[in-house]
């Protein structure tokens, strides 16, 4: 809608409240509202897609104490005076694949996370789907990468050693009438969209592939291309072959404050020391527009949805093998994702997530009315799916903006700046394809660059003991013989493996860092068993008492010394 | 070379079933996950052990031991830091794969006898809520760190249930100096012996606050409160009932589950109301030459009885010959949560069958009948009867020709 039509729209609905301008591309909505979900919706009414415009909300919220970002609670130099080529800000998956893919260049890459891990908000808190994009229109950037992206997974995963499955996926309708409706539909995408893997299959054929879905689907979208992997697993992995490939991770360093000088960015400020990159490459999630803002070049912003995933015992895996959800009579509303149901790499059904609009960008708790919510509407795509299944649940807070699609471009004010901002859903399956992307751009911003000669884009992971044949296990043991003491028997994890964790390109020694690598601690006892196990084997390895070693963060106490007089066994 | 019996779980069933089956003559290989025999026990440095089975009280290490001694100087095989990766019926027998430091390998056994222990319920089975930072422990947990690490879990913590282990690290961690706020229980009634009530709550002046539960978690590293509800019979919070206690730890102590993945695999069938294998009057499971004993076939309180089923287990497995079932059920009927076992086999002999069972409420005055048709077994007279309190009887089944059925007449609630 142009500014005229809104602002008397927004007049008619709101009075004087709120305000609307309009200058280079940027529409800025201000006023004061103690409701959330009000903002939410002033600032979607400002969209305008069809003119390109961001919408940048400066409406004061006043109904709550918004709380500052976290940050770590180290205080060091360790990074001052660094001059890297390349500063990336964030260690999700975007960031964890531009920089991989900038390793094969001879350039300085430095990428800063404020967490203790890379993944640790919206790249490790999804449900890992590999989409196929049935539901992305051409026109957007999420539909630009989304076909490319999809069809790089096979080899990314192989490259990095990371567990990846093609299930395919199955959008069910109980509806026979709407099955004219949906070929329509579904041609549309493959002549018009490019989306060329969908084809309609019919009630019985998905009762024969799953037998548990709900008896009364009359036909389904199958998208042979969807699939899904590990998406912390991934985000670890493209770090570690960037590390091995000689980019540095700094984890626990936060980006505080930006010195920008003749529209260039001359040193950022974080707790360990200011850095003087030559370039900066914004992925810092829902922080991404708190960057922007540090770096003078703001023009879009960030509303936190978060959701919320139930994960649920393996015992129950043989309810479905592929990814599947429900379907309504709602396709224009693409963002408000009632979830679905997914069958792991690891074997685990996970259900959700669900969308809930939030000022909080890093509350990460969890509530039993998601939980609710997803299994009442889940259940009816597989009825025999039940919450006595569950065996943890986690929330994520995705990061989309209010034209709901990504932010690729470069900086529009600020010269030695990238911004790879606003990314939501399907983020994870089009990161590798904007990486390559990205690292274009910074590779043609930074000029006479080299590649390397020795670049190595093979990672080689943990080996996982559990998936291999007695005698290939035999044989690793018969080496190492850690591989046969068998430390979290819920998932089968040696402590031989664990110490290789220790020993990975990117050492995290916390209980969680070890978790997100390896698995002790994700089936049905939850660590009740291998937590102390993991906890001394990583005191060990570290050369400290059991009372420092971390569940992730850095005030994340696991124990507060010796008991009294206590000597450990 | 192939074995009579292989015992899976080195812990007090085990040890107890690996000693008879050996004295009955059964060639016995036992198998242990862990490096050193002994299971929980090893971290229950408190008394009360062995009450009933040698009339004194005895720690967890103490009562262990006793074991461990006669089953090392019987020399029965076995294998320490062995992880069982599978169980595969073979023709005439079971092939057993595993795990150790010395690679992957397997052995054959004409029996099993599982004996894998139970674990703890964690804090997303029982529904709480809120962000996942460190401090969350299961009783079992920080008793590990308690007694095996000698490190101190928490300084300042809640206790959510009033099951044993709660009860007993209610106490322990006092002693270590620690401040126990309080223990919740969602439940109306507490979920523990009541000598652990008086012995555990009362001496340490650590109060107990009934029908009230933990739903949420706060902190995002180390935690720092627990919101607290009322629960109405149903046991669901009650709105506008939250209060929020500071504390930097949460320990667990909300029911255990036996251990049965092992079972399931071989295709054993469950009893969902003990989550035990469902079993006959020699503990054999529903899979011919498969049986289960101690905490993996129900829950018990004392471990006492533990020992006792790894008994009955490990002879019947020593005695094992395929043979043809005729099977009755015993089925728990009005007033019980359940009984073990839950069938008989009329071609064994039933003269003294011992039976498992607890209680679905607690009851003043009441009467057990066990009944095969309209012929009564058992007619038993109790003074109360608590579900905390696991009840056995040995009861003379000979008579028996049809399926039978147990059940609680209350005379006084």
């Known amino acids: 809608m142009n500014l005229k039509k809104l602002e008397k729209e927004l007049r008619k609905k709101y009075g004087s409240r709120f305000t609307v301008s309009e200058s280079e591309g940027v529409r800025t909505v201000s006023g004061e509202s103690g409701d959330w979900n009000e903002i939410i919706s002033v600032c979607s009414s400002a969209v305008d897609k069809k003119h390109g415009v961001h919408v940048v909300n400066d409406i004061k919220f006043t109904g709550a104490p918004v709380p500052a970002m976290r940050l770590p609670s180290l205080r060091d130099n360790a990074l001052d005076g660094a001059q890297p080529d390349v500063l990336i800000i964030g260690g999700g998956i975007s960031g964890a694949s531009i920089a991989r893919e900038l390793s094969k260049w001879d350039i300085d890459i430095l990428l800063v996370d404020k967490e203790s891990d890379l993944a640790m908000q919206a790249s490790g808190r999804n449900d890992g789907e590999v989409h196929p994009g049935i539901d992305l229109s051409k026109g957007s950037l999420k539909h630009k990468y989304i076909i490319r992206g999809n069809r790089m997974y096979g080899k990314v995963c192989e490259e990095l050693n990371v567990p990846f499955k093609r299930c395919g996926q199955y959008v069910c309708f109980e509806q026979a009438y709407l099955k004219p409706v949906i070929a329509i539909y579904t041609l549309k995408r493959k002549l018009i969209d490019g989306i060329d893997d969908s084809v309609l299959i019919s009630g019985k054929e998905l009762k024969k592939r799953e037998p548990n879905f709900n008896k009364s689907f009359k036909f389904a ?46 040193s950022v400020t974080t707790n360990r020391g200011i850095i003087r990159p030559k370039i900066v490459i914004n992925a810092a999630g829902v922080f991404a527009e708190d960057i922007a803002k540090m770096a003078c070049d703001r023009f879009y912003s960030i509303h936190p949805r978060r959701g919320t995933n139930s994960i649920l015992d393996k015992k129950a895996g043989g309810l479905m093998s592929s990814i599947a959800s429900i379907k309504k009579l709602e396709f224009s509303n693409s963002h408000t994702k009632g979830g679905g149901l997914l069958n792991t790499v690891h074997g685990n059904i996970l259900a959700g997530p669900d969308a809930v609009e939030t000022y909080e960008k890093e509350n ?73 992307d990205i690292e274009k751009m910074a590779v043609e911003m930074l000029g006479n660059v080299k590649k390397k000669e020795n670049f190595n884009p093979i990672r080689k992971g943990v080996p996982v003991l559990r998936d291999m044949s007695p005698e290939e296990r035999d044989a690793l043991i018969k080496q190492n013989p850690d591989y046969g003491e068998i430390v979290c028997r819920c998932e089968e994890i040696s402590k031989g493996e664990i110490i290789d964790a220790l020993n990975s390109p990117l050492c995290v020694p916390t209980v969680d860092g070890i978790k997100k690598r390896l698995r002790p601690g994700m089936g049905r006892c939850q660590g009740g068993f291998c937590s102390p196990l993991v906890t001394k084997i990583i005191a060990e390895h570290q050369g400290i008492p059991v009372s420092q070693v971390r569940k992730s963060g850095a005030d994340a106490v696991i124990t507060y010394g010796k008991t009294k007089g206590g000597e450990s066994l | 070379m192939k074995y009579d019996a292989a015992v899976i779980g080195g812990g007090p069933a085990g040890l107890a079933a690996a ?31 062995g009450l009933v089975r040698f009339g004194k009280k005895l720690s967890g290490p103490e009562y262990a031991e006793i074991f461990i ?73 920080a008793q590990n760190f308690t007694n095996l690490l000698g490190e101190l879990p928490v300084k300042k913590c809640v206790i959510l249930g009033s099951g044993d282990i709660g009860l007993i690290m209610a106490r322990r961690l006092t002693l270590e100096g620690a401040q126990v706020l309080g223990v919740y229980e969602a439940k109306p009634t507490p979920s523990g012996l009541t000598r652990n009530i008086h012995q555990c709550l009362h001496d340490y002046d650590i109060p107990l606050y009934l029908s009230h539960t933990v739903t949420k978690v706060f902190g995002d590293d180390r935690l720092t409160a627990v919101e607290i509800s009322r629960v109405d019979e149903k046991m669901q919070p009650i709105p506008g009932t939250e209060t929020i206690v500071e504390c930097d730890g949460l320990i667990l102590s909300v029911g255990l589950i036996p251990e049965n993945e092992l079972a399931e695999s071989l295709g054993v069938k469950l009893d969902p109301a003990t989550k035990g294998p469902s079993c006959d009057g020699s503990l ?116 028996a020709d049809g399926d039978i059925t147990a059940e609680i007449e209350v005379t006084e609630k």
């Not at chain 2, 050996?22 to 052990?49: M, P, S, T, Y």
């Not at chain 2, 095989?77 to 069982?84: G, K």
């Not at chain 2, 027998?93 to 222990?117: H, M, P, W, Y």
């Open chain 2, 284 to 399: 054999m499971t529903g899979i011919e030459g498969v049986f289960s004993c101690g905490n993996a076939l129900h829950v018990n309180d004392l471990v006492d009885y533990v020992s006792e089923s790894g008994e009955q287990a490990g002879r019947a497995a020593a005695h094992y010959s395929a043979a043809k079932r005729n099977y009755i059920s015993l089925k728990a009927e009005n007033g019980l949560l359940y009984m073990v076992p839950q069938r008989l086999d009329l071609e064994a002999d039933n003269s003294a069958v011992t039976v498992y069972f607890r209680s679905r409420e607690e009851l003043g005055k009441c009467t057990l009948k066990i009944k095969c048709g309209e012929k009564t077994i058992v007619e038993k007279k109790y003074q109360f009867m608590r579900p905390p309190e696991m009840e056995r009887l040995t009861v003379d089944f000979s008579g």
């Open chain 2, 19 to 49: 000693i008879e089956a050996h004295k009955n003559g059964a060639k016995v290989i036992l198998i242990e996950r862990e490096a050193r025999l002994g299971g929980i026990l090893k971290q229950c440095i408190h008394d009360g052990f």
């Open chain 1, 364 to 436: 990460f708790a969890t509530h039993r009315e998601s939980i609710q919510n997803v299994f009442g509407k889940q259940k009816g795509t597989a009825p025999a799916l039940t919450e006595r299944d569950i065996i943890t649940y986690f929330t994520g807070v995705r990061a989309p903006n209010f034209e709901e699609d990504f932010v690729i471009e470069k900086g529009r004010k600020t010269s030695n700046l990238i911004h790879c901002a606003c990314i939501q859903s399907p983020g994870l399956t089009t990161a590798p394809a904007v990486a390559l």
């Open chain 2, 69 to 141: 001694d006669e089953f090392e100087k019987e020399n029965i095989e076995s294998l320490l830091l062995t992880f069982v990766t599978g169980i595969k019926k073979t023709g005439d027998g079971f092939e057993i794969s595993f795990v150790n430091r010395s690679g992957a390998d397997k052995i054959e056994s004409n029996t099993i006898i599982l004996a894998t222990g139970c674990r703890e319920r964690t804090a997303k089975q029982v529904s709480i809520h809120g962000t996942r930072p460190s401090g969350v422990f299961t009783a079992g947990t």
């Open chain 1, 221 to 266: 979208i199958y998208n042979p291309m969807a699939g899904c992997v590990c998406p912390y697993g991934l985000t670890i992995a493209y770090g570690e072959n960037a590390v091995m490939n000689g980019a540095k991770i700094s984890l626990n360093t936060a980006v505080t404050d930006m010195k920008v000088e003749n529209g260039k960015i001359v």
